[in-house]
């Protein structure tokens, strides 16, 4: 079965420092999505990501942060100065372009600490 | 997006039945129910969805009120794999909209 991987499993920065995620989701599919999980916590949703372009956001996804879809496989999310607060579990997620359901399928995760 | 109300936590014994209920008081005509998990720290894991009827699939089912102001997520045969937070979430299709999680339930299966 497809499934959505991602790179790095567990990213270990320091403040300040610039990070990219990165993700290579469920090939034909065309809607993408970073979701958040700090510790303990709810997870949240960053972004969506459909036809080269941000469809939403959320207020957690500030100028800081930025998604690119650099080729036809791989989708990114750059921190650009990270800071003690981003640390957290980074989930990508794709849906189908037949959007009769809205199933989002997720990936592993990238675990960010910031130090 | 609609509100759910799930319990926090509820257990289960290995082989019987997990019945986890989901209130979406305020579910509007055009909105779904999909449930999700999340095992350990690993990403939520799609379970199945629903708009008015019942629906099974090789997971789980759902049984969604006549009013569907309420539905409940069934694991005919739960075993200890899963063990993990249920999300009921509730929004329209066809929208590539986000996925708004609560706080879910935590189900322990246990022997």
């Known amino acids: 079965e497809p499934e959505v991987t991602q790179t790095p499993s567990h990213q270990v920065t320091q403040m300040g420092q610039e990070v990219i995620l990165r993700c290579v989701p469920i090939?034909?599919?065309?809607?993408f999505y970073w979701y958040r999980q700090i510790l303990g916590q709810k997870v949240e949703f960053l972004v969506s990501f459909y036809n080269n372009e941000i469809s939403e956001k959320s207020e957690i996804f500030d100028d800081q942060f930025s998604v690119e879809r650099p080729d036809g496989s791989n989708f990114t999310l750059k921190i650009r100065s990270t800071k003690l607060e981003d640390s957290a579990m980074y989930f990508c997620a794709c849906g189908p372009e037949d959007r009769v359901i809205d199933t989002q399928y997720f990936g592993p995760g990238t675990r960010l600490t910031v130090l | 997006d609609a509100k759910t109300t799930q319990p926090p936590s509820m257990d289960c014994a290995e082989g019987r039945a997990a019945n986890l209920p989901c209130n979406h008081s305020?579910?509007?005509?055009?909105?779904?129910v999909y449930w999700y998990r999340q095992i350990h720290s690993q990403g939520p894991q799609y379970i199945i969805h629903g708009l008015k009827n019942n629906e099974t699939n090789e997971m789980a089912s759902l049984i969604i009120t006549e009013d569907r102001k309420s539905s409940t997520l069934i694991l005919p045969h739960a075993t200890l794999r899963d063990t993990a937070v249920y999300y009921c979430?509730?929004?329209?299709?066809?929208?590539?909209?986000?996925?708004?999680f609560g706080t879910g339930t935590r189900l322990q299966v246990t022997l």
């Open positions: 090939s034909n599919h065309l809607y």
């Open positions: 979430i509730v929004g329209l299709t066809g929208t590539a909209s986000k996925l708004t």
């Open positions: 305020t579910i509007s005509g055009n909105e779904y």
